[in-house]
C-alpha cells in the first residue's frame, strides 16, 4: 500500500466520505508529509499546523495518542480556539477557520495499491468527555 492519508478528529457530516468534509477540526497525516497536521476548516480556507511530530508505526509497544479541544468563545480561552494534543503535549492551538456547526467523530485511512484504490480503517479509538452543560460552546 502506498500514498496513505490519514485522518482523525471531528466533522460536521459524519456520514460522508471524509475527503468529501469542508468543515472539520482533525489530525491529517499525508504520504507526503513528514508529520501529522492538525487542520481546521470552516467550509472555506484550511488553517493548517505542522504538529512537529512524526507519526509512528503502529505497534503493541508504541502508540500515539491524540486528544482535540475544542472551547467556545465563552470560555475562559476568550475566543473560540481548537487545542491539539499529541501523547499529552499541546502541539496546535487554532482560533481561525473552526467550525461553528455540530460535529461528529471521524477517522479513516485511505490509499491505493496501483491503480486501485482501497479504504482502509485506521487504528484509531475515540474516547468522548462530556463537559458541564453551562459551558457554551
Do not use: C, M
Request: proline fraction near 5%.
Amino acid at each position: 500500500v502506498n500514498n496513505i492519508t490519514s485522518y482523525g478528529g471531528f466533522v460536521n457530516s459524519p456520514s460522508t466520505d471524509v475527503t468529501a468534509q469542508t468543515s472539520y477540526v482533525w489530525f491529517k497525516r499525508d504520504s507526503s508529509d513528514t508529520n501529522w497536521l492538525a487542520e481546521s476548516s470552516n467550509g472555506g480556507p484550511v488553517t493548517s499546523t505542522d504538529t512537529g511530530v512524526t507519526p509512528t508505526a503502529a505497534s503493541t509497544t508504541s502508540i500515539q495518542r491524540f486528544r482535540i479541544e475544542i472551547h467556545g468563545s465563552t470560555t475562559s480561552y476568550g475566543a473560540h480556539t481548537a487545542r491539539f494534543f499529541i501523547n499529552e503535549s499541546l502541539v496546535a492551538t487554532h482560533t481561525t477557520n473552526l467550525p461553528i456547526s455540530a460535529l461528529g467523530p471521524a477517522w479513516a485511512s485511505l490509499g491505493s495499491v496501483g491503480a486501485s484504490a482501497d479504504t482502509y480503517l485506521g487504528p484509531w479509538s475515540f474516547r468522548f468527555n462530556r463537559y458541564p452543560t453551562n459551558v457554551n460552546l
